[in-house]
Structures are given as structure tokens and as C-alpha cells.
């Protein structure tokens, strides 16, 4: 997956907007001004390439599983790393998993709404759309 595969994904999920907080380098991703991932381009010390990183929420025990699983999960970049996940995409995790990465965090902050922002998401889109398999845990 590169940045622009990622940026399409991310922005696949139902009312999912682009930001950037932070300035132009990174890319913030926002349902109902909540964070879900953030996107962005580190240039390659000493070559002329650059890395696409992406920042992603998780539940504490599946972060730390995952970064035990892949080398390119590392703690959050600037994000609590408890929670948060950087995922390098230099293609050695399959696009599948990344996209269930993205579907999750996603899921996730969903359920860290209050009821209200939650139940008008839930009204307008079905379980499979806002959780993607990721069953909320009300």
C-alpha cells in the first residue's frame, strides 16, 4: 500500500474527512472531528526516497501484538503509544491488514463517541459500513 492507495482507503469510510491540523507534511483523517489515523511522508535519511507512515488507533493488547508480529509497527509516532500504532508501509505487511488496521481504528473511535455523535453515524450507515467486521463494544 502507498500514500495514495492509503488516502483512498481512508477516505472510503462513511463521512471521513481530510485535515491537516498540523501543516501540509501530514494528513490528518477525522469522522465527527475525531481523529482516526493520521498520513504522512518522512524523506529517507541519506536516499532520495521517502517513507509513507501512517498513524492508527488500537485497543492496547492488539497494538502491542501487532508490533510483536511486524517490524514496520512501531509505538505511535507523537500519539499516546499505548493506543496508537505507526505503520510503515514499505510493503512488507499485506494491504488486507493494513486495511483492517485502518477499518479498526476507525471502529474504534466510533465507539469513544458520545452516544448522540454515535447513534446519529448509526442511523444514517449500517453496522457493516461504520464497523467494517469490527463489532462495537457498546
Not at 500514500?3 to 491537516?20: G, R
Not at 505487511?93 to 455523535?117: C, F, H, N, Q, W
Request: proline share 6%.
Amino acid at each position: 500500500m502507498n500514500y495514495n492507495s492509503a488516502k483512498t482507503y481512508l477516505l472510503s469510510h462513511p463521512e471521513a474527512i481530510e485535515d491537516f491540523p498540523f501543516g501540509p507534511e501530514v494528513a490528518v483523517f477525522k469522522i465527527k472531528g475525531k481523529m482516526f489515523a493520521t498520513l504522512g511522508l518522512r524523506a529517507e535519511p541519506g536516499k532520495d526516497s521517502q517513507t509513507t507512515n501512517i498513524n492508527l488507533k488500537c485497543d492496547p493488547a492488539e497494538a502491542q501484538m501487532l508490533r510483536d508480529i511486524f517490524s514496520a509497527v512501531i509505538p505511535g509516532y507523537h500519539m499516546n503509544k499505548r493506543h496508537w500504532n505507526t505503520v510503515i508501509l514499505d510493503d512488507s505487511i499485506p494491504d488486507g491488514e493494513i486495511e483492517r488496521m485502518i477499518d479498526r481504528s476507525y471502529a474504534l473511535v466510533i465507539k469513544g463517541m458520545t452516544k448522540k455523535l454515535r447513534a446519529s453515524l448509526e442511523i444514517s450507515y449500517s453496522a457493516q459500513e461504520l464497523y467494517n467486521n469490527c463489532a462495537p463494544e457498546h
